[in-house]
């Protein structure tokens, strides 16, 4: 893994090094306020970040996010000696550094949690931007009436949709999953294509779907590929080289003003214009929906204390959540792909983990 930054914060706290994250001012010592004892110790509390985030992000905002935890965890009554953020090369080798104790947070993708669940233990959820449709029921997404956007609200699940092109097969499984005719034949006869990404989480969670309504697994599709990212997936569904794509519920609203820009000009995020006349809205149509879908999880090792102790955990999560409104904590998150990160419960995965540990399908 890549070491970004690594912050030793009680010889500097000390001496008093850190703007803003020193001693107490006389002023502040004056007051009447009595000091929070401190009850625990750590030596350390080594947290990794997931492959992807962008390394002058965390350059620039690693230093005064560690100082910041600090404090909030010293207000918690745990005194952590040393607090370093770096950023992990796999998701695989992140659970790995909690199995063997290089790490003791590490935010991973559900699939990866399972595997290494025995040694860690859930104590966050990552999470997005909500979206205003939140039905299980396709047509509901569909139409650039009502279509759908984004919320003010910050929520810790998403959906996955299932959607066909304009190609003739597409079209037709369109009308057949309208008509509530759609079969497994039908749709095993398809060109599939999925985004390729750091985890597998979008070729497991189209799972979902698929199990509940036909007792099938994406493995069990003859004609299936990933491709890379979401800029060649739309690419590629615009000109028809797949009758079926697979992605996050969010991503038609993100390129939403892309698919109708012009070849030769940009949105205002830098996505290159596709072309289309109609929207995105009506020309991928949306044949299957997931259940929600919680989302990355950041994971605690608990094979030695402090960190398998609840007083430690508890404080760790109520200190994240104090710096959810931090300039530098959502600067970390956001470079993840997250708005932050809220408590959740384990048994909100428990979707995820049946595919991922036990299987499903024939």
């Known amino acids: 893994m890549k070491r970004i930054m690594t912050l030793s914060l009680t010889a500097a706290l000390a001496l008093g090094l850190f703007s803003g994250c020193g001693g107490p001012s006389e002023e502040e010592s004056a007051s009447d306020d009595a000091p929070v004892a401190i009850t625990g110790t750590a030596e350390h509390l080594t947290i990794l970040l ?37 950023t992990a090369a796999t998701s695989a080798l992140a659970g790995k550094a909690l199995d063997d104790g290089t790490a003791d947070v590490a935010i991973l993708p559900a699939s990866q949690y399972f595997t290494y669940s025995e040694a860690a233990t859930l104590l966050m959820t990552a999470t997005r931007k909500g979206v205003s449709v939140s039905s299980e029921t396709a047509a509901d997404w569909n139409g650039s009436v009502d279509a759908p956007s984004y919320t003010d609200a910050d929520v810790p699940y998403g959906r996955t949709l299932i959607c066909t092109t304009q ?46 309504e036909f007792g099938k697994t994406m493995e069990d599709l003859p004609n299936v590929r ?77 094979e030695e204390s402090p960190y398998s102790d609840a007083d430690f955990q508890s404080a760790l999560i109520a200190s994240m959540d104090a710096l959810k409104n931090n300039e530098h904590a959502r600067a970390l998150w956001e470079t993840c792909g997250y708005t932050g990160f809220t408590a959740s419960g384990d048994g909100h995965y428990d979707n995820i983990r049946e595919l991922t540990v036990f299987g499903a399908g024939d």
């Open 167 to 212: 190609s003739e097969t597409g079209r037709a499984l369109a009308q057949a999953a309208k008509n509530g005719t759609l079969t497994w034949e039908e749709l095993s006869q398809a060109k599939w294509i999925y985004p390729e990404a750091a985890n597998s989480s979008d070729f497991i969670y189209p799972d979902l779907w698929l199990t509940a």
């Open 226 to 302: 990933g491709v890379d990212g979401y800029g060649v997936l739309f690419a590629e569904a615009g000109r028809q080289e797949a009758d079926v794509i697979v992605l996050s519920a969010d991503m038609r609203i993100d390129y939403s003003a892309a698919w109708q820009l012009s070849e030769d000009d940009i949105d205002h995020t830098g996505k290159l214009g596709m072309g289309h006349e109609d929207s995105i809205f009506n020309d991928l149509q949306v044949i299957g929906v997931t259940e929600p879908i919680y989302g990355d999880v950041m994971a605690l090792r608990t």
């Open 50 to 86: 997931p492959p992807g985030a962008d390394a002058a992000t965390v350059a620039e905002h690693a230093e005064p996010f560690c100082a910041a935890l600090d404090q909030e965890m010293r207000s918690q009554g745990w005194d952590v000696a040393e607090i370093t953020v770096e």
